[in-house]
């Protein structure tokens, strides 16, 4: 029996990273040129820490590793937080982005996150637990997910609407 020899990791030792990343979508794009066709990657990354903090990214590269690393350093640049009651949202949002309209409703302890595809990445790396949400007009990720982003930015805790009330 041979044994497999093991080669150095050249990478140093491994750092927890500080948020999880979560690659929503990735296509394949072409550019029309004089020359040809130039086909690109386009990367749609949610990045966050579970406990509020949570960005978006969409960036392009000439393959996939590089379209995906753009999107997480764009991410980091736009973080919000968002504001939790209880592992979930603080009241109900309707918003419109685009063709996507979002509708997110807080839910119960146990109810667990009802979302569909690319909201529930988004809700998931939020860290909102129980939360009962609806996307309705697009199938569109990009869209949806900035839905998510948005919807997030206009939501306030209970300090900030009791502040703005005195």
């Known amino acids: ?3 497999k020899s093991k080669k150095p990791n050249n990478r140093g030792p491994q750092q927890p990273r500080e948020f999880d990343q979560k690659v929503v ?3 394949r794009v072409t550019r029309v040129t004089g020359g040809g066709k130039r086909m690109r990657f386009r990367a749609l990354v949610v990045i ?10 969409l960036r392009k590269g000439m393959d ?8 997480v350093n764009a991410a980091k640049k736009n973080m919000i937080t968002v504001p ?3 592992d979930t949202i603080p009241h109900e949002v309707k918003i419109k982005y685009k063709s996507s309209k979002l509708l997110m409703m807080p839910a119960r302890q146990g109810t667990g996150v009802i979302a569909g595809g ?4 988004v809700l998931d790396l939020a860290g909102v637990k129980n939360v009962i949400s609806k996307m309705i007009g697009s199938n ?5 997910v900035r839905a998510a982003f948005e919807a997030f930015k206009v939501m306030r805790s209970k300090e900030e609407i009791m502040a703005s009330r005195k």
């Open 25 to 27: 979508e990735i296509k």
């Open 1 to 3: 029996m041979d044994k």
């Open 118 to 121: 690319a909201v529930r990445s």
């Open 48 to 57: 966050g820490d579970h406990k509020g903090k949570i960005g978006i990214g």
């Open 140 to 144: 569109n990720k990009t869209n949806n």
């Open 64 to 71: 996939v590793t590089e379209a995906v690393n753009k999107a």
């Open 84 to 86: 939790l009651v209880k």
